[in-house]
């Protein structure tokens, strides 16, 4: 049987933060006496993912989110609980588990800021002990693939904010890392930009069958490649599983979009629904109707007959909504 | 660490400090002031006779060589270290299969080279101009080296153990700047150790501070019998070993602390 990549059982971590009021009397009080209150940034998260999966996390600002990735990859110490990440218990900090992982933080450089990309590139390549030969091929693959041939050598404070992020990536591969911890790969980035990096992540995935954890706040990243998704909500794992699985639990709705014949405001009168349907919008021959999911096929054969169809479509409500449903309130 | 690390590392230090080669002139020419300011007051109070047994000459070799040797011995991890502990940068050596303290080995290493370009030169020209007199036998010579190598790897670990309070405060800059007033009280700055009034004397025999800087210059300038120089290797040898196991465990207990609390 095969082992999980990266296998986490009730993870916690904690912080005591101190805390004070307001003003100067709170100030000079905490001088005297420290107040501390207890955070709990990740409780009891139990999860496994396999070799060359690519899992999403989701999860509203300060979920947790970050500060598991941080515990996998060695950054802290947790409270309590166990995790294996490629083999190896990530906060010992082994040199042979940090040749195999990379994290790439968005807010965060690599980059040297004085020196041309090139060199702070050979200079990893160094560190982590990657053959000469080897570097090179993998230098001038990445170099290609990311399309910076033309920025490696001009310094890294002149570079735009997708340069460098796509010399982060650079950094974060060039010794072929097995395991990845993306935190926000795409920040500040322009939806070009932001969809070229998809590509390219999810074509290491494959010729690297590299194992890759993803935090995004835009959906679009999630989407395009995670097949599953862990949702994380006040430090608690709420959600395991497929996207779609979720949203349709989420969102036992569709919509159903009709244009009409004619310009006629009685078409959306709402006698003329059967049963789970209501009208969400109506306006010059356009009617928006929400429909529960398991009839929502009935429903639409009934429009098309009680109605002067011109065109009928059916969907989902979109993806946002049900993620700021999560955010707001969590899965049920 | 492999040695083509290092190497590569090295060179990146001096690629980065070639770029910002005015400020770092500027900067190295800054640390050369004080110490020729009281080379100046000394040479004017020696005249013609001497002062505590340094002539004018005398004094000029004492303080071109603390020049020069404070160049050598100049570490400021406190500060830079520090600011990476701080700042959440520390996270980016953690990460890596390095131990951080390499990275910064490697970055004093390729910043004393280019200082001395600097240091060197201009030790030169004014030793034509000032006319310094250095009488050491040649056993000071030798045990100059030593006393060298001793007094940077000292500065080094007190550094780091300096650094390593970053992990528990931000606000250990007025610590710091204690550090600073006391190496250029004690270390032999504003005066040879063997000048200072008696009881600040012993005060500096005791402190590690004269064995990070002056001492090594007082072996060189010929100032110091065989007793004194095996004093103040020994001296010298005890507080390396003192600050290198400080740096280590305050190190490793910061670590410990930062990876409980979060960058």
């Known amino acids: 049987m095969n082992r999980p990549e990266i296998s986490v059982h009730g993870l916690t971590k904690s912080y005591r933060v101190p805390e004070r009021g307001a003003g100067l009397k709170a100030t000079l009080g905490s001088l005297v006496q420290r107040t501390y209150r207890q955070v709990e940034a990740v409780q009891d998260v139990t999860f496994s993912i396999e070799a060359g999966e690519i899992v999403g996390f989701l999860g509203p600002n300060g979920a947790g989110k970050t500060t598991t990735l941080k ?40 980059m040297l800021w004085a020196i041309p990309p090139l060199d702070t590139f050979r200079v990893l390549g160094e560190i982590y002990g990657v053959p000469p030969a080897q570097l090179r091929t993998t230098l001038d693959e990445l170099i290609t693939l990311l399309d910076l041939t033309a920025l490696v050598t001009k310094p890294v404070r002149t570079l735009s904010l997708g340069e460098r992020m796509k010399c982060e990536l650079v950094c974060a591969l060039l010794y072929r890392p097995s395991v990845l911890f993306l935190d926000e790969p795409t920040l500040g980035l322009d939806v070009t930009m932001q969809a070229r990096l998809r590509v390219f992540i999810a074509d290491y995935n494959r010729r690297a069958s590299a194992t890759i954890l993803l935090t995004s706040h835009t959906l679009a990243d999630i989407m395009a490649l995670c097949s599953r998704v862990l949702f994380i909500h006040d430090g608690r794992l709420r959600y395991d599983g497929d996207l779609r699985t979720l949203a349709r639990r989420l ?75 999560l955010y707001r309130g969590g899965p049920r | 660490m492999n040695l083509r690390a290092g190497w590569a590392l090295i060179g990146t ?9 005015g400020l770092f002139f500027i900067e190295a020419l800054s640390w050369m002031v004080a110490p020729l300011a009281f080379l100046f007051v000394w040479v004017t109070a020696a005249g013609s006779g001497t002062v505590g047994g340094f002539s004018r000459g005398e004094f000029v070799a004492y303080y071109l060589l603390l020049i020069v040797i404070a160049q050598v011995t100049n570490v400021q991890h406190e500060w830079t270290v520090g600011d990476a502990i701080a700042s959440g940068d520390l996270n980016r050596l953690l990460l890596r299969p390095m131990a951080p303290v390499l990275d910064v080995l490697a970055q004093d ?28 036998t040649p056993s000071d010579v030798i045990l100059f080296f030593p006393a060298l190598t001793l007094a940077w790897a000292l500065r080094f ?46 005060v500096a025999i005791l402190l590690p501070f ?15 019998d065989a007793t004194g120089i095996a004093r103040g290797l020994a001296w010298q040898l005890g507080w390396l070993i003192v600050c290198l196991a400080l740096a280590r465990l305050l190190w490793r207990l910061g670590v410990r602390r930062y990876t409980a609390w979060g960058g």
Not at chain 1, 84 to 109: C, D, H, Q, T, Y
Not at chain 1, 287 to 316: F, G, Y
Not at chain 2, 180 to 189: E, R, S, Y
Request: net charge neutral; aromatic share 8%.
């Open chain 1, 71 to 110: 515990l996998l990859a060695g950054l802290l110490h947790p409270t309590s609980g166990c995790a294996s990440v490629a083999g190896f218990v990530p906060w010992r900090r082994e040199p042979a588990f940090l040749r195999r992982i990379s994290m790439v933080l968005g807010n965060k450089s690599q």
């Open chain 1, 251 to 325: 969102a036992p709705f569709k919509f159903i979009d009709l244009m009409l014949y004619g310009d006629d405001p009685a078409t959306g009168d709402d006698a003329v629904l059967p049963p789970g349907a209501s009208v969400v919008a109506s306006s010059h021959g356009h009617l928006r109707v929400r429909a529960e999911r398991a009839a929502a096929p009935a429903i639409a054969a009934h429009l098309l007959q009680t109605l002067p169809v011109e065109d009928l479509t059916v969907e989902d409500p979109p993806i946002e909504t049900i993620v700021d449903q």
């Open chain 2, 13 to 21: 230090t001096w690629t980065m400090r070639l770029q910002t080669r």
């Open chain 2, 109 to 136: 290493v390729a910043a004393v080279t280019v200082t001395l370009l600097f240091a060197f030169p201009v030790g030169a020209v004014l030793a034509l101009l000032l006319r310094p007199e250095l009488h050491p």
């Open chain 2, 157 to 202: 670990c007190w550094s780091y153990a300096l650094a390593s309070l970053a992990f528990w405060t931000s606000r250990a800059g007025g610590l710091f700047s204690l550090h600073a007033a006391l190496l250029f009280l004690l270390a032999g700055q504003v005066a040879p150790v063997a000048l200072l009034p008696k009881p600040l004397r012993a």
């Open chain 2, 210 to 224: 004269r064995y990070m800087l002056g001492f090594p210059v007082e072996v060189l300038s010929g100032h110091l």
